[in-house]
């Protein structure tokens, strides 16, 4: 028996599918709890190539779910460890680590060069602007969160909405995995569940997961979902840039609280003033956070009532 027997078996894949993943060229940007699982089924089933984006390091307190990493590997690059553990698995698929964080200046050429990308950061920013990049480009984005015990995987762009679609509010504030907790098979399954529909979609299955979302809620263990097909976009929607496609005559303004302005050409404004701002007529406005979900949201507080350019800036990096 071949090494794929038992899912060429399917009907729904044979000979044909099977060449059609070895053809394929993934993007997965992150390579923690929901990108493990991602990287080991897409290996496992044969997906040709694989470029992973991460700068994140192997952290012994991540180890509970993210399996794939061993504690010899503490301090290395995700990205190398999980490409040399990939390698053992499958030495037919390539993969390519790349050591960086994903921004709205490096990820339009690895957008492009794919046929589907997975979000796997768990960042908005980085959702966001791969939402932002996939709907231009025409890129099916499997996009997932998960947190505490539950989650959600979504198939967006590529002719479905977008993610900005699903979810045009934010919240005001964000937990993450180090605040609120995760547990493990939780973003196993929501990685898993992600791994699928990319499956899916390069495979050209009916129904498409595209316009599908798909939950998890390992408290009163339920499973639930929708379809969005017919989500309208936000009319306007706020846009990310990177430190380097700053401009000099942008005004920046820095929005933590917990840090001194990120440049000293920028302004400290707290959120909640943000109403009261009256830039220049004809300057773009840069509004900045750690995450980007600050930014984010009083960029909509500011855009009714200021029609000039606003830009977003996450400065987790």
């Not at 028996?1 to 992150?30: E, K």
């Not at 470029?51 to 991540?62: A, I, Q, S």
């Not at 932002?132 to 480009?137: E, I, K, N, S």
């Not at 969160?145 to 979504?154: F, K, P, T």
Request: proline share 8%.
């Amino acid at each position: 028996m071949s090494r794929y027997a038992r899912q060429t078996i399917l009907p729904s894949i044979g000979a044909q599918g099977q060449a059609a993943l070895a053809r394929a060229h993934v993007l997965v940007v992150g390579a923690g709890g929901l990108g493990v699982p991602v990287l080991q089924y897409l290996a496992g089933a044969g997906v040709g190539r694989i470029t992973l984006v991460d700068g994140d390091r192997v952290e012994e307190g991540n180890l509970h779910r993210q399996p794939l990493y061993r504690m010899d590997q503490i301090g290395q690059p995700k990205a190398r460890a999980a490409a040399k553990a990939l390698d053992g698995l499958n030495p037919d698929v390539t993969v390519t680590p790349i050591c960086a964080w994903l921004d709205p200046s490096n990820a339009p050429a690895w957008v492009a060069g794919a046929d589907v990308v997975l979000d796997c950061a768990d960042s908005f920013a980085v959702s966001l602007t791969l939402s932002d990049l996939c709907r231009d480009a025409g890129r099916p984005l499997i996009a997932a969160s998960a947190l505490g015990l539950s989650g959600y995987v979504a198939g967006c762009c590529g002719g479905a909405p977008s993610l900005r679609a699903i979810f045009p509010d934010l919240p005001e504030r964000g937990a993450t995995c180090a605040t609120a907790g995760v547990m493990g098979p939780v973003v196993g399954t929501i990685g898993a569940l992600q791994a699928q529909m990319a499956l899916a979609v390069l495979l050209k299955q009916a129904p498409t997961p595209l316009g599908r979302l798909v939950s998890l809620d390992a408290v009163d263990w339920r499973v639930g979902g929708f379809r969005f097909d017919r989500a309208e976009e936000p009319p306007a929607p706020l846009r990310f840039i990177a430190r380097g496609q700053i401009r000099p005559d942008d005004l920046l303004i820095d929005l933590r609280r917990e840090a001194a302005p990120f440049t000293p050409a920028a302004r400290h404004v707290p959120p909640e003033d943000i109403a009261t701002l009256n830039p220049p007529e004809g300057t773009r406005v840069v509004l900045a956070c750690a995450t980007g979900l600050r930014a984010h949201n009083a960029g909509q507080t500011l855009q009714p009532r200021w029609q000039g350019d606003i830009a977003l800036l996450a400065l987790h990096d």
